[in-house]
């Protein structure tokens, strides 16, 4: 037999060559024994005995070299040191073999793989909801552009329990995992923002999982609640909101027909005045339901432009002349600045003036202490978009700056007590905004408690 050279060869060291040399010589061996036996079971035992010894060789070259240290430095004896060579070696030969530990699974693995893996990942990557692929131990292998976007604390390689601690979302990737059946769970999340997910849990295998056997891996989806939720909550709050508005007119209605059947039925002078709390609290009541049903009519045209041409100077001089003999009444003035010429905006005529007849409105009932009101119309200037501005401000008590955001919101008021007083149903700025928004255009609100409040609409021509 040919004995190794231990001469270097290139960049090789000779320690490496030695190995090498080993190595092939080992083979050699093996494969020598193999081809004189049987090719019966005797050829497969020394495959066999092949394949654990070199699965091991590193830990028995290294067992090997410690021992010829410790004879050549005379603390044992060569005897000794073969026996003690020889039982490590049968040891090695017959200990059984950890497959995750012969085998560890990488997180990168299958996307090189089969072609199932490359076709895996090409589906996920086409889902538009936020989607995962799971290993046996729960690390993330893979995600879609949805799931980077939504969940950007996710990463590949690292466990899902580091970016998603949601014990139940857990419990179902571990149920899947055992059973080998889809789980689904609702995810609440509230930070960064409150947001709910429909989360599946399938598993991913070739066949029926045996007794005690894991799925390789997992596939999360994760589908958005968030707007249904929201909806949900919305229409849950306007249905509240609008029964307690009409339950309470109806309960004053019903109480003052009580008294005229009962104690006042021969009061003329009582009959009289509670007949026109009566009619007050009737007419409430239909305001309220002319409101709802304006702002259902307008939710269902949203999406529809409108395309008639409206001058919206003209508009504005009629919505004035129209609220002349209320701002009378409340020793208000109406200031009116338009432009000369025409203002020609694409719109609904009777939508923009219920818009400017609600905004001036408010500023009569809710800022009327300033004793005037300024209507401007003109050029919208560097806002792109949008070619007029109309904007009505009041120089009352204000607005304070939490209320503001949620000035348009259905049946929001900032004092309750003295927007019923003044007839008001909490819906008009809802309306005025679905309009503003069906013509394309955008409104702010402005206020400082103390300064008054404006109002700006931008439209586009």
Known sequence: MKRPSLQAKGDNSPALVVHDAKRSTWRAMADELASRAPATGIALLYQQVWQRLSGRRAILLAVLLV????????????????????AIALVALFAPVDAEQAEPERPHEFLAGSLDDRSLSIF?????DPSLILDRRSVI?????????QFASTAVGSPIAFSLRNPALLAAIEAARRTGISQSIELHQTVPNETWHKVVVAPLARGPLGENELAPLLVVTMQSLTEAKRIDALRTDFIA????????PLASLIGFIDTLLGPAARDAEARERFLNIMRAQAGRMSKLIDDLLSLSRIEMRQHVRPTSAVDLALLLREVREGLSGQAQEADISVDLNTPDGTAMVAGDRDELYEVFENLIDNAIKYGGDGKRIEVALAPAGNRPGYDYSVTVTDFGAGIGAEHVPRLTERFYRVDAESSRKKKGTGLGLAIVKHIVNRHRGTMSIKSKPGEGTRVEVLLPR
């Open 124 to 128: 996920a990557d086409a889902l538009t």
């Open 241 to 248: 909101n609008a029964s307690h508005e009409l339950r309470t």
């Open 141 to 149: 292998v893979h995600r879609n552009a949805a799931a980077a976007n």
């Open 67 to 86: 021992f010829l240290l410790l004879v050549a430095f005379g603390r044992l004896a060569p005897l000794e040191a073969l026996a003690s060579v020889v």
